[in-house]
């Protein structure tokens, strides 16, 4: 079976830190953080993972894409290989803004319809 990648954003400690520091009104990465995550499209996505905001959380094995939606949302966590990561945290439930690396490493980022390439 097939094994997809997922990324998902977060933010370190440190970046809470400096956001916490800066208070969120002030922050420029709360801003894009926040509308990147409510509201993602193509460029925002690429933006975020080329500032390192999202990291490889776990492999889900699945006959499809719409099956790692399912998967990593569901009662299946055993079909999940969570991976240590920057973030020190394992992945939440998949949502939009996430990341998913099919079987040919192009990345799609789940939006409001579906999917769409990054």
């Given at each position: 079976?097939?094994?997809?990648?997922?990324?998902?954003?977060?933010l370190?400690?440190?970046q809470?830190?400096?956001?916490?520091?800066?208070?969120?009104?002030?922050s420029?990465l709360?801003?894009?953080?926040?509308?990147?995550?409510m509201?993602?499209d193509g460029?925002k996505v690429q933006?975020a993972?080329?500032m390192g905001?999202?990291?490889?959380m776990?492999?889900?094995?699945?006959p499809?894409?719409?099956?790692?939606?399912?998967?990593g949302?569901g009662?299946?966590?055993?079909?999940?290989e969570?991976?240590?990561n920057?973030f020190g945290?394992k992945m939440?439930?998949?949502?939009i803004g996430?990341?998913?690396?099919?079987?040919d490493?192009?990345k799609?980022?789940?939006?409001?319809?579906?999917y769409e390439?990054?």
């Open positions: 079976m097939p094994k997809y990648k997922v990324y998902q954003m977060k370190t400690n440190e809470v830190d400096e956001i916490n520091e800066q208070g969120a009104e002030n420029s709360w801003k894009f953080y926040s509308d990147a995550n509201f993602p460029d933006n993972l080329r905001l999202y990291d490889h776990a492999n889900i094995e699945a499809n894409m719409d099956q790692v939606v399912h998967i949302n009662e299946h966590d055993d079909e999940i969570h991976l240590e920057k945290r939440h439930t998949i949502t996430d990341v998913v690396e099919d079987t490493g192009v799609w980022f789940v939006n409001f319809g579906g390439k990054v």
